[in-house]
């Protein structure tokens, strides 16, 4: 079997994966459904999905893109918009709900919305996003 870490590192039981087309293929890949996320692939006329564990989601946005919209892009390769009242913070992540869906931000990502991110004397985040100031919440009640 094979899941995701928190970080959104493919691992099996000899650890993570190491080959880039293969992380590549499984992050394209996940898909959603009733029963949960899982790697799809079609062979023929033959659906096949794997479902999988992972330690805190499934989705991860691994980069940002600055131009306006500002938007995420995610494991899968989808883009969606920042949301600035959908997002939250829990520990040292920064997190932002798209629908029932829950998407962490991995440290690149992180890094390159830093620029947009403040914080006040009482550990309270806020973001600018198109001239508006948003507070981050420590919960996720964004969702």
């Known amino acids: 079997m094979f899941w995701l870490d928190g970080n959104g590192r493919w691992h099996n039981q ?5 080959n880039r087309k293969i992380i590549r293929f499984f992050h394209a890949h996940i898909r959603r459904d009733a029963d949960g996320y899982h790697v799809a692939q079609q062979r ?8 999988f564990k992972y330690e805190d989601t499934a989705l991860f946005a691994f980069d940002i893109d600055m131009a306006q919209p500002v938007t995420a892009v995610l494991n899968t390769g989808r883009r969606i918009r920042l949301k600035p009242r959908k997002l939250w913070v829990s520990g ?17 990502a992180l890094m390159k919305i830093s ?10 985040y806020y973001i600018r996003h198109n001239g508006r100031r948003y507070r981050i919440p420590q919960t996720a009640d964004a969702c």
């Open 14 to 18: 000899h650890g993570p994966f190491e």
């Open 44 to 51: 023929d006329q033959l659906l096949e999905k794997v479902y």
């Open 92 to 108: 040292d992540s920064l997190y932002m709900c798209n629908g029932d869906e829950r998407i962490k931000f991995v440290d690149r």
């Open 115 to 124: 620029k947009m991110i403040e914080s006040d004397d009482r550990d309270r």
